[in-house]
């Protein structure tokens, strides 16, 4: 079963910019496909990027877009979020996931999950 661990977590002011990175094991990580999902207190999960097990595919919520990048090194099974202009909106518990040959998706059903990282942005 795969194994995943966030990371990057922590306390910024708006404006600032936090890098998370999601590590697996006991999986061949190349080919699956990543995403990056959040929940904030009080509220229910909200898809917030995915990445294609190629690499060559990434999909954006419209509220992270242009400020939100997700990527991928193989070679280290691990996954990143950069995360720029954070705005106290984006506050939550950010959590990867992993399926495996699957078409990057919004929408997509995932077979293992992390177990969060707190990101908190202050006004």
């Known amino acids: 079963q795969v194994q995943l661990v966030e990371s990057g977590g922590g306390l910024v002011q708006a404006g600032e910019s936090l890098r998370l990175a999601c590590t697996a094991s006991?999986?061949?990580?190349?080919?699956?496909?990543m995403g990056w999902f959040r929940q904030a207190p009080g509220k229910g999960r909200e898809f917030v990027a995915v990445i294609g097990w190629t690499g060559g595919t990434a999909l954006y919520a419209d509220s992270v877009k242009g400020r939100f990048t997700i990527s991928r090194d193989n070679a280290k099974k691990t996954v990143y979020l950069q995360m720029n202009s954070l705005k106290p909106e984006d506050t939550a518990v950010y959590s990867c996931a992993a399926r495996r040959f699957a078409t990057p998706s919004p929408g997509l059903a995932y077979d293992s999950w992390g177990q969060g990282t707190q990101v908190t942005v202050s006004s």
């Open positions: 006991g999986v061949t990580f190349p080919t699956y496909t």
